[in-house]
């Protein structure tokens, strides 16, 4: 097995604000694994919320010895990887996807189809999301997202009064979800919030309220009184973290990046709904890999929020389509594997 690995430098159409930071683009790593004439493509979105970088990334993939890893073995791939290095979610989530598109390649099927799932055309939506900005740029922001069924607007910060009320003077009754990013401090602001945002009355569900770290009698506080859905997300790692998100929301969002790749995130996808959790795929500010990726796992999820790859500018990658927020493999130009392939 050989194994390929580059830095991207990913141009984001606007710049993007949420309550931990803002940002103009986001540095990804790609990699590539070949072998007998297939090849792998998967990809990497560090985080440093998670403690992950480009460097960390690079220092992982430089450690790993490519003829441990092979195709026709996923959990013999995934075992070696664990001893390489604790951690390290998002460089092991890239090798994971790269070693199921090789192996789905090999097959002669999709992922999704490797993995006993299917996906059913039509009936995949992910929502659009709408970072912190001033009012007036929320306002123009709505007016292009006009296209999607559902929106996500990012809360927890000064200000965020104000942009619902933009949102809402755009699109007033349009689904939409708010994330705040562990953006509110206390029990009673957090509620207080939850309560300002119910009364809006075409809300899902409202995304990791308080920090992940929050202690237990003031997230079961929370749940008890909050009027919307609550979804952990920087609360829900992996499948480890199930129990607690189980006791203390209603919902989970699950990323590949967290998960460690396909195979974390299909693990934590099904316990979770044993668990009787909502769940939901999310993404970073990625490309067309990761997106398509996580899209493989839809058949478990009752939400989407798959539009990583709709923020930015230059995606090296073209797969899943995503026409008024419809995700849609029937005209992705690969058959097989993750049905991505290198832009011309
Ligand atoms: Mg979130």
Known sequence: MELKFWTTNLILAHRWTIARGSADQQEVVFIELKQDGLTGIGEASPSDRYQEEISTIEAFLKQVDSSRLSF?????????LEQVAP????????????????????????????????????????SFSIGIDS?????????EAKDYSVLKLKVGMPGEKENLAALREVAPTVPARV??????????????????????????????????????VDLAWLKK?????????E??????????????Y?????KLVKTGGISGGFETLSAARK???KTMLGCMIESSVLISAAAQLSELTDYLDLDGNLLISNDPYFGPTAEQGVISFANAPEKFGLRVVPRK
């Open 72 to 80: 026709t073995d996923i959990q013999g791939s995934m075992e070696y």
């Open 87 to 126: 951690g390290n979610s998002a460089a092991k989530g890239a090798l994971n996807i790269a070693l199921l598109d090789g192996a789905a390649k090999r097959a002669g099927k999709a992922v999704y189809d490797l993995l006993g799932l299917g996906f059913r055309e039509g009936k995949h939506v992910t």
């Open 135 to 143: 009012p007036e740029i929320i306002r123009k922001k709505a007016i």
């Open 179 to 216: 994330d705040a990013n562990e953006g509110w401090k206390t029990k009673e602001e957090a509620l207080q919030k939850l309560e300002w945002l119910a009364a809006d009355r075409h809300i899902e569900f409202c995304e990791q309220p308080m920090p992940a770290s929050t202690p237990a």
């Open 225 to 233: 009184r909050s009027p919307l859905p609550l979804m952990a997300d």
């Open 235 to 248: 609360a829900c790692i992996s499948v480890k973290d199930i129990p607690h998100c189980a006791e203390f």
């Open 250 to 254: 209603h919902a989970v969002n699950v």
């Open 275 to 277: 668990a009787g959790l």
